[in-house]
């Protein structure tokens, strides 16, 4: 293992220099990039990406990985943003996940997207570790966008319980996801449970998930928990449910239970009398894959989404 | 008459509307022009341009052919809670169109704003750069429509119209949607976030009387407007600093400059010093100008307009 400055952001007045460090496993080929944090409140991301350090430390000690790999995990980039509790650049509230590929003659937050894309390319995989726009709970899962580049049959060798495949909207063109792919990395971005908080057990599921996908790939010899079959579908495919009515959610089912067609999934109630205002049940029967977190919930609002099957 | 546009409950006892001032003359149906702002909610220099328009329109309404929609704020959450995107929403409301019913209420809202002004013969988007940067009057247009826009922005009289390049990510904005379904709009920027400059609004006013006066829309004889300089006539030069810290102008807004002018420093509270001496990179007219003192490494502080096209 090696720990590596990669660059140091110097960008704000009266701040002091924030040093942003990748770690080195194995050889120096280019093999696999692992992008933590971006966004000042993916607290979960930070920790997927420090546990994975933490157990390819010993793996390496142990002598486990092949000759091969050469993986760079960068825990976080967001110190900026995470240090003030801000979830974007703390001067002008841009996203640097929406900056990719970057430009280094332009705005801060291009300069400091092509500072991190500098250090992540010219990889043969990418795993970035990343949040929904909407506060919500997924089922852990791998995303691939249809780019017309993806490699979405490589999703099935994280051993996760789903692949989707999304299909990319304008905004997604400026993500690191993407400009990976165009850049001819394998990107993939991997989703679990938490965002703001810390939810170890879905983490460590992430984490042997990016193990297996080495294993796999014979870069790693390792005994892991095995995988599980992973279902691949369209992001398109799925039920989406959503609030005709204001108030308090209360979620009656959650991310990974099986629901049968007509049950309860959610109740809006008033906020005054709690008087239940709407119920949303499902018209199919199948596993919650993503449920909102918000407590308050406006109308015309997605409130969970379900795959079939 | 104020009339809703659409609209959504929010969860606790308010309802999230969009409304809009429908002031219609003569053959009401016969054309249409909708003048909207507000789509962030720090810029204020359209509040003036649609108080001062119902207004001046009241009076000519006798002689007005056709119907003018304003619409004063597609955000009104971020406008009253002096925030520029859509508070508890994680997007920038110019990054949600066309909208769509099957996502989120902002979504759901942009939808509905969409389908109000598609099918008007001309849509006016005001902006106001934003807190940091300080406009002259000018029109942007996406090249991909720039043959069709061109001839209509000329009557706008704005100082300066840029055509600039088609990046896929500004497919999320509302001015791109509804040219795409065959809606004109015309994205107007000037001045400065959370301020009002009066005399721009006033020159806008007089350039939406002039459009309306092409469009057949008011029976008053035609003064002509003074031609905008196009971007395509010249070359955009841009200054960014390379160190943060307190920003001091040495030129003034729409001032002409000379290459390798002083445009200003970034100057170091803490020493005394001169941090860095920002120069223009090439001859011509200072049309963005930094407002907001305080500078990242990277933050943009002026855009010069000069030379021949490169």
């Not at chain 1, 960008?11 to 050889?27: D, N």
């Not at chain 2, 002096?82 to 508890?88: K, N, Q």
């Not at chain 2, 160190?243 to 803490?270: A, C, D, M, W, Y």
Request: glycine letters at 8%; aromatic letters at 10%; proline letters at 6%.
């Amino acid at each position: 293992m090696k720990k590596e400055l990669l660059y140091t952001i110097s960008a704000m007045p009266y701040r002091q220099p924030i040093p942003v460090y990748g770690w080195r496993f194995g050889g120096p080929q280019r093999m696999l990039a692992v992008m933590g944090a971006i966004r000042g409140d993916e607290y979960q991301q930070m920790y997927i990406a420090a546990r994975l350090i933490h157990r390819l430390e010993k793996l390496e000690a142990s002598g486990a990985l092949s000759e091969e790999a050469g993986i760079l995990v960068v825990p976080c980039a967001a110190q900026s943003s995470m240090n003030v509790s801000r979830r974007f650049w703390p001067l002008d509230n841009t996203d640097i996940n929406r900056m990719f590929p970057g430009y280094e003659d332009g705005e801060t937050t291009q300069r400091l997207a092509h500072r991190v894309f500098h250090a992540l390319q010219g990889y043969h995989w990418g795993i970035h570790l990343t949040s929904l726009y909407l506060p919500g709970d997924f089922v852990p899962h791998i995303r691939v966008m249809k780019t017309g580049w993806q490699k979405e049959d490589e999703g099935l060798d994280f051993g996760l319980p789903y692949l989707i495949i999304r299909s990319p909207r304008p905004y997604d063109t400026v993500t690191l996801n993407y400009n990976w792919q165009v850049w001819e990395t394998h990107a993939f971005s991997l989703y679990t449970k938490e965002n703001s908080d810390i939810d170890p057990f879905s983490a460590e599921m992430a984490v042997d998930s990016i193990l297996r996908f080495l294993a796999c790939h014979e870069l790693l010899q390792a005994e892991l928990p095995p995988g599980q079959d992973t279902i691949s579908f369209e992001e398109s495919r799925m039920a989406t449910f959503y609030s005709t009515q204001a108030g308090i959610l209360f979620p009656q089912k959650y991310p990974g239970d099986k629901v049968a067609a007509g049950e309860v999934v959610a109740r809006i109630l008033d906020p005054c009398t709690t008087e239940v205002r709407e119920e949303i049940r499902s018209s199919v029967s199948g596993e919650v894959f993503f449920l909102r977190s918000a407590r308050l919930l406006p109308e015309h609002t997605i409130v969970c989404r379900i795959i079939p099957g | 008459m104020l009339q809703e546009v659409v609209s959504a409950q929010l969860p606790v006892g308010e309802k999230l509307a969009i409304q809009k001032n429908r002031i219609a003359g003569a053959n009401p149906e016969a054309r249409r022009i909708a003048v909207v702002t507000g789509t962030h909610g720090d810029e204020l220099e359209g509040q003036y341009v649609a108080w001062k328009l119902a207004r001046l329109l009241e009076k000519k309404r006798d002689r007005l052919h056709g119907t003018v929609d304003i619409y004063p704020a597609l955000n009104p959450l971020g406008i009253s809670t002096i925030y520029r995107g859509l508070p508890g929403f994680d997007l920038d409301m110019n990054r949600i169109f066309p909208g769509s019913s099957t996502e989120t209420m902002y979504e759901y809202i942009a939808q509905g704003i969409v389908q109000d002004i598609a099918g008007a013969d001309l849509c006016i988007d005001i902006h106001a750069s934003n807190i940091f940067l300080r406009e002259i009057p000018q029109i942007r247009i996406n090249e991909k429509n720039a043959q069709e826009l061109l001839p209509l922005a000329h009557f706008l009289n704005m100082d300066f119209v840029w055509v600039h390049g088609a990046a896929t990510v500004l497919e999320s904005t509302l001015a791109y949607s509804l040219n795409d379904i065959g809606t004109p709009t015309l994205v107007v920027e000037m001045g400065v976030g959370m301020r009002i400059t009066e005399s721009y609004g006033n020159q806008l006013i007089y350039g939406i009387f002039a459009a309306m006066n092409h469009l057949g829309m008011l029976d008053e004889p035609y003064i002509p407007v003074a031609p905008p300089i196009v971007s395509t006539d010249g070359h955009v030069g841009f200054v960014n600093a390379a160190e943060s810290g307190i920003f001091l102008p040495r030129v003034s807004h729409v001032e002409r400059v000379e290459k390798g002018q002083t445009i200003g420093i970034i100057s170091n509270p803490f020493t005394g010093e001169i941090s860095e001496k920002l120069l223009s990179p090439i001859s011509g007219m200072v049309f963005t100008l930094r407002e907001y003192p305080l500078v990242n490494e990277g933050s943009l502080i002026a855009r010069v307009l000069g030379g021949a096209a490169s």
